[in-house]
């Protein structure tokens, strides 16, 4: 899903016309139980390396969240806010990153196969 606000439109040299706004930044989608992470680290080359992980939802999995997050030292996170479940993820990361909702109004489907990987690489 891609968004209009600026720190979602990161997409980190999955092709070379897309501009890097942020050389460090997070996806994630969101669920009711658990949370699908995708870092993406664009190195001073243009090369984006992709860290990805799982976490429950609750807040023992959003303490590991932020902790993993901050071994790599990703400031800036971007998530859909449908629903209700993003709220306390967004509690909890506001603490230490820099949270951007993307309204799901604006985000538009992936071709091919959905899945929550791609959907958390897409929220850079």
């Known amino acids: 899903m891609t968004s209009p606000y600026q720190t979602c ?11 890097i706004f942020r050389k460090n930044c997070c996806g994630l989608d969101v669920h ?7 870092i993406g680290i664009t190195d001073a080359n243009g ?8 976490f429950s939802s609750f807040t023992k999995g959003l303490n590991e969240l932020a902790e993993w997050l901050a071994k790599y030292n990703c400031k800036d996170v971007c998530l859909e806010s449908s629903g209700k479940f993003w709220i306390p993820v ?15 109004k604006y985000t538009k489907p992936q071709k091919g ?12």
């Open 9 to 19: 439109t990161i997409f980190l040299q999955e092709v070379a016309m897309f501009k």
């Open 47 to 54: 090369r984006t390396v992709y860290k990805q992980a799982r």
């Open 90 to 104: 967004f509690n909890i990361l506001e603490k230490t990153c820099f949270v951007t909702l993307a309204h799901p």
């Open 32 to 38: 009711k139980t658990w949370i699908y992470a995708c």
């Open 113 to 124: 196969n959905k899945t929550d990987r791609k959907d958390a690489k897409m929220d850079l």
